[in-house]
């Protein structure tokens, strides 16, 4: 957890609260050890010091604003604490009309980038308890004590992150982080991926649909998963089974992912939230290549822009329409 950084959302979030401009806070709240991180709701000053910078915070707390958004017509102000991704998320419901900006004081935060718990998990092992030690962790397992460094706890997704800072904030904290280098863009992995014969790419998604349980925990983790009804949970008409056959289960991922073109900002909420540790990012993350190389979109950058669903152009690419 870092002090300064949590120092600094606790102010800002206290003078908020008592100049009246917000009827609430949403922030990160320590969860029930050293790992664990939850969403809190402050509507209290004397409730300030229950918000922390957590180390494991892949919580995307713009899911959070669904609650409150326009349809419900709810007369909500609200504090937002966001970090690069959040923000992105922010604007993307911004477009979408789910949220009033004028409801919204977002206290940006720049975000050096969070560690995971399904990465501390994989390369640790059964983990009893865990420990910060300076720039590395401390993990007490049922192997014994392993020491990992923080960088190699972070998700795919904070490791190529190219948006430490807020895009969208009304206060920003924390120090200004530079941005890699242009020309890396972050998504060589999944290129390399893309290079690998059909059969050992269907190999590895199958391997992975496998695991799943399909608790949809990754779908309530997004905050652009938000449908009133999702197509799994249709029934007039039916669309899909929602058997637990390999087969299906790919379905019903590569089916959240599409939905998401335009719209996934690389926050890595749905794999942090899987209790089964199934990969979803180069799920994601191959979609997001696929609309930047196509439409030259990020989503959540540029908040004038519109998604490329939403739009057209006569020279979009077009060779896959028969």
């Given amino acids: ?82 970090k690069g991704c959040d923000s992105r998320s922010i604007v993307a419901l911004l477009k979408e009309n789910q949220i009033d900006r004028d409801r919204l004081f977002i206290i940006g935060v720049n975000c050096p980038g969070m560690l995971s718990r399904q ?44 948006h430490h800072a807020p895009v969208i904030s009304d206060v920003v904290v924390g120090d200004s982080i530079k941005e890699p280098d242009v020309e890396d863009d972050g998504y060589d992995s999944i290129r390399e991926f893309e290079n690998k014969p059909a059969p050992e790419r269907y190999q590895y998604l199958m391997s992975e649909m496998s695991a799943c349980i399909r608790c949809y925990a990754c779908r309530q983790a997004c905050p652009t998963c938000n449908c009133d009804e999702c197509f799994v949970d249709i029934t007039q008409p039916k669309w899909v089974d929602k058997g637990l056959e390999p087969t299906d289960l790919a379905i019903w991922q590569l089916i959240r992912t599409y939905h998401q073109a335009g719209r996934c900002v690389d926050c890595g909420a749905c794999e942090e939230a899987c209790p089964m540790g199934v990969k979803l990012l180069w799920l994601t993350r191959k979609m997001n290549l696929v609309v930047r190389e196509r439409f030259g979109f990020e989503a959540g950058v540029d908040p004038e822009a519109l998604p490329p669903l939403a739009t057209y152009k006569k020279e979009d690419p077009q060779e896959f329409i028969l």
């Fill in 1 to 82: 957890m870092s002090k300064s950084l949590t120092n600094s959302i606790r102010e800002e979030a206290r003078k908020i609260l008592q100049e009246g401009k917000v009827d609430f806070v949403i922030g990160y709240g320590q969860g029930d050890n050293s790992m664990r991180t939850q969403p809190v709701f402050i509507d209290k000053v004397e409730d300030i010091d229950k918000l922390v910078w957590p180390s494991f915070g892949l919580i995307n707390l713009a899911n959070y604003l669904l609650r409150y958004r326009t349809t419900r017509n709810t007369p909500h102000k609200i504090g937002i604490v966001a």
């Fill in 119 to 162: 990465v501390a998990r994989e390369k640790a092992g059964e983990i009893v308890a865990a420990s910060s030690n300076g720039d590395k962790w401390s993990f007490e397992t049922t192997e014994g004590t392993k020491e990992i460094s923080c960088f190699d706890l972070m998700p795919s997704n904070c490791v190529a992150c190219r």
